[in-house]
């Protein structure tokens, strides 16, 4: 009987005590840098494209939601002619994130993307693409690529050296 | 009292009963979540308080849907029954000096027969479902609400031998010196246990024991008939606060510088927080244990406790 006091006793002193609940849309919560949510396509610093589209992503997908096509333009630098998300199958694993060699595709802290009609998940190139580098600033693939894409010409790249004439055989 | 003041005071009753009921949904919905670390329903209205009307509308928008293979007439007068016998205790309880529906000099015992009736509700609903949970649910009902009858009424004969009248104004007068329950202290705990068990709240909603019965005896009711039900539950606590602050805490007595009617709705809302209270923390017993406690310690108890007062009653008149 005592037992029943004191429980009830316990009880009516969390009148007092701080409320779990988080009182969402005014009320944000706080996620963390690598929370997996909605999926980007970052930009280099100098506004290209980071994609390449060598399909790595939409091969690591579990789900089979990402679509893509790659092409290149006339000085040899690949992108995708269309890059397109379902992300109502999305599962937000992040292993496209994972998978990407250029750090093209990331995952970001964002998971208010309700819709009404289900064709509205189907984001395209160009609501994926945004003008930011994401998590990683100042990376540029094709500056440390050995390729020329129009970006920087042979051997001029960072910690690249020049290309050896295989022809001389001067040392 | 003229007639159109006694119409005025039933009118005004009836209303303000309804309306608690019906706010009780919010209030008891705010308070639970409160003792457990939540906030509950604020968003509509000030307060969240518009989740009553919403609550209401949509159980008046349910489907009101009667199984083919129950008994119709029985399965809807049930829920009536409960809503019905609860308003006719309320008739006798002295709200303020004169605020009072009917001064029976037998006040105290048609409460007691008023409230045996709710019994009614429950094991015809659940008889008139032809369900297996909703008639298990109802034997429930029956028994326990047989079983804490009988020692409610006892618990309350202490009172009844102090006073040495049924009438509820005459029990509220005979409190000025000194409350019932510096005299009645036992008698006061125990009709309080027989009231929750009455009411079948938590701890004692053995009838409805959601985690075993489903829900019990209204298993098969939807819509408003539910809602009768619910209306009924929270009827049914008003209704044992109130008697318990008329009985035990002075009714509408209280220091001058509140009115008499204020005095009594401060000490019932008091009363209403507890049985809210007793449903956020305590875990419901076992069926046997509900009756094994019943039968063998409280009816001793309170036999013992009429048994002392009866003698000290005669002791003090000599």
Same mark, same amino acid.
């Given at each position: 009987?005592?037992?029943?006091?004191?429980?009830?006793?316990?009880?009516?002193?969390?009148?007092?005590?701080?409320?779990?609940?988080?009182?969402?849309?005014?009320?944000?919560?706080?996620?963390?840098?690598?929370?997996?949510?909605?999926?980007?396509?970052?930009?280099?610093?100098?506004?290209?494209?980071?994609?390449?589209?060598?399909?790595?992503?939409?091969?690591?997908?579990?789900?089979?939601?990402?679509?893509?096509?790659?092409?290149?333009?006339?000085?040899?630098?690949?992108?995708?002619?269309?890059?397109?998300?379902?992300?109502?199958?999305?599962?937000?694993?992040?292993?496209?994130?994972?998978?990407?060699?250029?750090?093209?595709?990331?995952?970001?802290?964002?998971?208010?993307?309700?819709?009404?009609?289900?064709?509205?998940?189907?984001?395209?190139?160009?609501?994926?693409? !945004?003008?930011?580098?994401?998590?990683?600033?100042?990376?540029?693939?094709?500056?440390?690529?050995?390729?020329?894409?129009?970006?920087?010409?042979?051997?001029?790249?960072?910690?690249?050296?020049?290309?050896?004439?295989?022809?001389?055989?001067?040392? | 009292?003229?007639?159109?003041?006694?119409?005025?005071?039933?009118?005004?009753?009836?209303?303000?009963?309804?309306?608690?009921?019906?706010?009780?949904?919010?209030?008891?919905?705010?308070?639970?979540?409160?003792?457990?670390?939540?906030?509950?329903?604020?968003?509509?209205?000030?307060?969240?308080?518009?989740?009553?009307?919403?609550?209401?509308?949509?159980?008046?928008?349910?489907?009101?849907?009667i199984p083919?293979?129950a008994d119709k007439w029985v399965f809807i007068t049930a829920?009536?029954?409960?809503?019905?016998?609860?308003?006719?205790?309320?008739?006798?309880?002295?709200?303020?000096?004169?605020?009072?529906?009917?001064?029976?000099?037998?006040?105290?015992?048609?409460?007691?027969?008023?409230?045996?009736?709710?019994?009614?509700?429950?094991?015809?609903g659940?008889?008139a479902s032809?369900?297996?949970?909703?008639?298990?649910?109802?034997?429930?009902?029956?028994?326990?609400?047989?079983?804490?009858?009988?020692?409610?009424?006892?618990?309350?004969?202490?009172?009844?031998?102090?006073?040495?009248?049924?009438?509820?104004?005459?029990?509220?007068?005979?409190?000025?010196?000194?409350?019932? !329950?510096?005299?009645?202290?036992?008698?006061?705990?125990?009709?309080?246990?027989?009231?929750?068990?009455?009411?079948?709240?938590?701890?004692?909603?053995?009838?409805?024991?959601?985690?075993?019965?489903?829900?019990?005896?209204?298993?098969e009711?939807?819509?408003?008939k539910?809602?009768?039900?619910?209306?009924?539950?929270?009827?049914?606590?008003?209704?044992?606060?109130?008697?318990?602050?008329?009985?035990?805490?002075?009714?509408?007595?209280?220091?001058?510088?509140?009115?008499?009617?204020?005095?009594?709705?401060?000490?019932?809302?008091?009363?209403?927080?507890?049985?809210?209270?007793?449903?956020?923390?305590?875990?419901?017993?076992?069926?046997?244990?509900?009756?094994?406690?019943?039968?063998?310690?409280?009816?001793?108890?309170?036999?013992?406790?009429?048994? !002392?007062?009866?003698?000290?009653?005669?002791?003090?008149?000599?």
């Amino acid at each position: 009987m005592l037992t029943h006091l004191r429980t009830m006793w316990l009880v009516f002193l969390h009148l007092f005590h701080k409320k779990a609940t988080i009182q969402y849309p005014e009320e944000k919560i706080r996620l963390a840098p690598r929370w997996r949510g909605r999926i980007v396509l970052t930009k280099d610093p100098d506004g290209g494209e980071r994609c390449v589209g060598c399909y790595l992503c939409a091969a690591a997908c579990p789900v089979d939601c990402i679509a893509l096509q790659a092409t290149e333009d006339e000085k040899g630098r690949r992108y995708p002619e269309f890059f397109r998300i379902n992300f109502s199958r999305c599962i937000f694993c992040g292993y496209c994130e994972e998978a990407c060699p250029t750090y093209a595709i990331q995952l970001i802290p964002d998971f208010e993307m309700g819709e009404y009609a289900r064709e509205n998940l189907v984001f395209e190139k160009e609501d994926l693409l !945004i003008d930011s580098e994401g998590k990683y600033p100042g990376y540029n693939y094709y500056k440390v690529a050995g390729l020329d894409a129009g970006v920087k010409a042979k051997g001029e790249g960072e910690k690249e050296d020049p290309p050896v004439d295989i022809h001389s055989l001067l040392p | 009292m003229t007639i159109m003041q006694h119409i005025w005071i039933v009118l005004g009753v009836l209303f303000v009963l309804l309306n608690v009921a019906a706010g009780l949904i919010w209030v008891e919905r705010r308070l639970l979540a409160l003792w457990q670390d939540r906030l509950g329903p604020n968003r509509a209205g000030p307060l969240g308080i518009l989740i009553v009307l919403a609550d209401t509308l949509k159980l008046f928008f349910k489907e009101d849907w009667i199984p083919p293979f129950a008994d119709k007439w029985v399965f809807i007068t049930a829920p009536a029954i409960v809503v019905g016998s609860v308003l006719m205790s309320f008739v006798i309880i002295p709200f303020a000096p004169s605020v009072v529906v009917a001064d029976l000099n037998v006040g105290l015992l048609f409460f007691l027969a008023m409230s045996s009736l709710g019994v009614y509700s429950i094991v015809l609903g659940g008889w008139a479902s032809n369900n297996k949970y909703a008639l298990l649910g109802a034997l429930r009902g029956a028994s326990q609400m047989i079983a804490y009858e009988v020692f409610m009424g006892l618990s309350l004969m202490g009172v009844v031998m102090l006073t040495g009248s049924f009438n509820m104004g005459a029990i509220v007068a005979a409190q000025k010196d000194r409350w019932f !329950i510096v005299t009645q202290p036992l008698g006061f705990i125990i009709f309080f246990i027989a009231g929750i068990a009455e009411t079948h709240r938590l701890p004692f909603d053995i009838p409805e024991a959601e985690s075993e019965l489903i829900a019990g005896y209204h298993a098969e009711y939807s819509g408003m008939k539910f809602g009768m039900f619910f209306i009924g539950e929270y009827l049914g606590i008003t209704l044992i606060s109130a008697m318990t602050v008329t009985l035990f805490f002075g009714g509408w007595l209280g220091p001058a510088f509140l009115p008499p009617l204020v005095w009594f709705i401060v000490k019932t809302v008091a009363f209403i927080g507890l049985f809210i209270l007793l449903r956020a923390s305590l875990p419901r017993p076992r069926y046997d244990q509900l009756m094994e406690y019943g039968w063998k310690v409280l009816l001793p108890l309170v036999l013992a406790n009429l048994l !002392i007062t009866g003698a000290i009653a005669l002791w003090i008149r000599k």
